[in-house]
């Protein structure tokens, strides 16, 4: 081990890994805790991060580097990701880098230190419950810690809403029985349902899932509220202030809100949504997996989606879509000329020439927009939002 | 200590205080066990209540204000609530005033004796998870436990519906994590993530919010059934023979229903909702904190509400409205004169002269009317109701 | 007892039992756990079956009958229906029968002879969880456990939806608590609130409900998905590659899917899904408790039930109903000359003459039919639909 006995010894240790050829500078990294198969222990079930490091804290990711290398774990040169068991020689070696910063590791303070601390002091039989994880790329995830700690970097707000490659990670993740935050293969509790049921210890399952819960793995900001775990999956992002209430809402992964938001209506994935934007009751907001053609929606901010409305073109700020009408990319909406002059003047970069009926898609994205189906008539019409949308200060 | 030995002498004691300066009859009052903070324990998270007095058992109200005042608990003259924390003197002075009454304090007799009799019992250290509120009047509540005390007196049907001066409550109520019924502070949560999450002992949080379930703290009527305990917040009112299903449903605090209903849609905040009617699935009413112009809407009896429509106005009795359509204030709604006539018929106190066009406050309240949209022609219709509706028996 | 030592004493057995006078081939049999009343300990809450046979395995019928009959419990010649309680007699006598099969009964072979060795093994006091119920017909169902292994039935796919008489399942099932897979009375929790609150030990409830959740007694297929248990309800089907989103969606019992189906809507009990079929969030199907004139549904396959739409017809395959719309019996659709003259040609044996408007239920059935209203006229249009309908193939 090297002799790392003082601050400067440790930055000097740094500067010399970095420099190293087998350093790779990480997109992010993290030390998981892992579930594994009940019935195959070698199949991971579950990544839980304590702590992720993403774009961030490169001095631990040359430490970790070098205690892996030490250890016998060697860093691929050309994969995008790579993990590997945390073993006692890899644990040992990274602590014995950190010494100048062992006492201070507490509270806010060396979280990666934190975390090596509490490896040092685990029963060697533990150990087997950790990984390693690093990403030198945003590539398709191929592990489960990969795509968890993706996951981890949308939900807590470290890499933007839909900014991150998931390509393929249904096919990576394991469908497993949710018993709250415990993982089953479903395969062992078939084996097992006989000898669980007779003894009475058959499991209480919350959910049959690829993806854990939000709240199974994040802790969210003061003022946010979730009135039902069951309605956020993790990868969604919430900003602070947003509330999601337990009727007919939803916030799939990779989706999510930019602002304080009143949430009573699905967010489907890759849909985002501005700040102060108010999701009725029952409000569907259609995602690229199921109804859109392609294209994810961005619904600008102070928008007020009514009760049991479909909304499935992009938004601008400011738009009100009345409860109960679909706008849909092919929905024909009449317009007054009076109107269309309005919209225009909301909409400077809009460059539209004046007819009767336009085609949802062709409003996409403008602001300021109220979309109607006309009691009288039943026709769809859009026109000048004159109400400005205020979500009520208590959110519920 | 008094000495109370027969209950003539507890008589005597009760009249002696009532007459006393410091009495002051109280709205409610009960003794709570309280969950208190993590990280700060003089912050209340919870409130759980094993039996409310509301406008009641004022023997109960003098005993408990006498043992606080020989306990050196001074009840305030000019507040309209307090709270004290439950000491050792407190109990062992209401204990010796209830001496007549401690055999007989078992099963449905003098639960407030039952409950000093549990003080009694208590390790001095348990003692402090307990703690007394009054309520001398029906203001805006300031503390926890008044706000969980008029949230129980609603939900256990203490209270009717709308009667309670709830104002400011979300300021009050601490938002948390609700593990089961046990709430954490976010923060705690946030310092201890990365030990908790080491040691495998995350806790499997349910729901983040300020208000707990009905469930965990209200024991429905026999027949009453409510299939997804997320659905229903405390706070909420259910008739006895009220059935509440998991898919988009939803009943906020301060509404619910007066008799039985089959409720499969939202009803939100301040709604109530007649005997006999059918909140159709995915049926949303709007709230006064959502959508209503701040008219808390009442559903009358035997209505159906269809699969996914929308009211925004209050329905006398008999009324339908059609799966999928949005009856709003401003809905325009076309009456025929035939039907005009029959309306009238069944609404003799309607006030209201022949036109074609009605919007839909103008139809607010009336009863037997069925709102529909011509499914020809698009128009929105009301028209005097002639089916019948009724519940299916078995309500699912 | 009988001595079976080899196999071929055994089958001999087996046929000498049923010639017998007293042996009635069952519909179903299977030993039960049962969950017993706090209060009134006669009355079953839940029954939990390890394994049930349905129409089949016959020699373990007769063996299971003689050692009834063998220990006092008298097969009835005229219920639909048996009962009993397990006792050690029965046991041993099953157990001596089956001595050929005990060492070969693990894994998936032998389970009704795997059930008996965990039953010689208990306690004698645990048996008193275990009963054995026979079902001689489909009959409506009287007792808790008939009940139960029809959904069981249902739920494992061993019988068709709407196949089997569920009568009066409703009266017989109790409505009680549930805390995870534990049953409470509600009587009890009653008795006991004050002193469960008092010790803190207030349990968690998740439903009030008659039916247990699905995910209670079930285990789905590898690539089912099932994002919130409570949303499909004990009796429910799903088949392999199901997934139901957490949203709006809802299975009830007696009701689900025949193949790959993508659930973010409602299938009302009694509703069937064909393969292919995409359920959108909010999407209603009616069923015959709500809404419906009492004909149960079915959906056909590759069908898109856009979100927020509501369907109480039949439909065929390859229908598409727009979001946001209700196609209900007395929905009355325009459909174009040239239109009609395609869905003739997809429906050969549809017998109709044209006509300009169609009712739903005139439609009812139909294959390749887009519903649709007008967005220019709000008149309600049926034509034939030239999208191909496909499965996002993740499924979310």
Known sequence: MSSVITKDDFFALVNEI????????????????????????SKILQATFPFINWEENYASAAIFQKALQESGCLIPLDESEVVFDVNRNFVAEAISYCTPWLDEAVGEAHKNVQVMKYL???PEEELANFRVVFLFEDAKPKSVEAVYLKLYALSQGKAP???????????VL?????EGRKPYELEWLRENELRLKMEGNYPNIDAVDKFPRYLQHVIPAENTRILDAAKVRMGAQLAPGTTVMPGASYVNFNAGTLGPCMVEGRISSSAVVGKGSDIGGGASILGVLSGTSGNPITIGENCLLGANSVTGIPLGDGCIVDAGIAVLEGTKFFIAPEEFKKIKEANPDWDAQYKELFKGIELAGLSGIHFRQDSTSGQMKAFRSCKEVKLNEELH
Do not use: C, E, H, T
Request: proline share 9%.
């Open 174 to 178: 394991p469908n497993v029985a949710w």
């Open 18 to 41: 970095q420099s190293s050829p087998y350093y790779r500078q990480p997109l992010a990294f993290a030390i998981a805790r892992v579930d594994r198969g009940q019935k195959d222990p």
């Open 120 to 122: 040092r002091d685990l």
């Open 161 to 171: 809403l839909r900014s991150l490659n998931l390509d393929g990670a249904f096919g």
